[in-house]
Antibody
Framework: QLQLQESGPGLVKPSETLSLTCTVSGGSISRSYYYWGWIRQPPGRGLDWIGS???????YYNPSLRSRLTVSVDTSRNQFSLELSSVTAAETAVYYC????????????WGQGTLVTVSS | QSALTQPPSASGSPGQSVTVSCTGTSSDVGFYNFVSWYQQHSGKAPKLMIY???KRPSGVPDRFSGSKSGNTASLTVSGLQAEDEAEYYCSSYAGSNNWVFGGGTKLTVL
């Protein structure tokens, strides 16, 4: 059974860079038709797709975040990562990693999520 | 403001059917048959319930069904059970390698 687990700092200062890693277990990250994505959910609000990466390093980014966003992959560790620069308090959210099925255009496996608070 | 519009709440009694709507545009829901639905219990991660408008992943009860008409997709839960009480989110491919979500609908089992 595929499992995903987010890790990283739970507190980030405004204007700094938010960095998270997702470790995939129970299957290889190096599979065709699958990307690996990040989705966030501010407290009490809806879901927002951030960006996705393939095992080759090809990326798709939310247009509203593209200028500040880097999503990368490390196949040797079966991990992928998120870096979002110049964060503000409004980006306080639970950040989820998920497998992004590009054939069906859905997110079929999700991590448990990690709360990142942006505050000084 | 979310890209797809969902009613904030819906409710039904056990055994009844409830339908949740998801309205987009002719550039996303109306153009592509790539609408998916997610169930999220409080404090938990979302779970895929429906993909490609009408398909159910293995293990999802057939009480859950999806449909689409024009720019509006719908999720119907039949034979409502207490465990179905959760937040439900729709999502659609929006073209140009972009994916959007709805704002969520809180389903209450009365």
């Amino acid at each position: 059974q595929l499992q995903l687990q987010e890790s990283g700092p739970g507190l980030v200062k405004p204007s700094e860079t938010l960095s998270l890693t997702c470790t995939v277990s129970g299957g290889s990250i190096s599979r065709s038709y699958y990307y690996w994505g990040w989705i966030r959910q501010p407290p009490g609000r809806g879901l927002d797709w951030i960006g996705s990466v393939s095992f080759t390093g090809s990326t798709y980014y939310n247009p509203s975040l593209r200028s500040r966003l880097t999503v990368s992959v490390d196949t040797s560790r079966n991990q992928f990562s998120l870096e979002l620069s110049s964060v503000t308090a409004a980006e306080t959210a639970v950040y989820y990693c998920a497998r992004h099925d590009l054939h069906s255009n859905c997110f079929d496996y999700w991590g448990q999520g990690t709360l990142v608070t942006v505050s000084s | 403001q979310s890209a797809l519009t969902q009613p904030p709440s819906a409710s039904g009694s056990p055994g009844q059917s409830v339908t949740v709507s998801c309205t987009g545009t002719s550039s996303d829901v109306g153009f592509y048959n790539f609408v998916s639905w997610y169930q999220q219990h409080s404090g938990k991660a979302p779970k895929l319930m429906i993909y490609e408008v009408t398909k159910r992943p293995s293990g999802v009860p057939d009480r859950f069904s999806g449909s689409k008409s024009g720019n509006t997709a719908s999720l119907t839960v039949s034979g409502l059970q207490a465990e179905d009480e959760a937040e439900y989110y729709c999502s659609s491919y929006a073209g140009s390698n972009n994916w959007v979500f709805g704002g969520g609908t809180k389903l209450t089992v009365l």
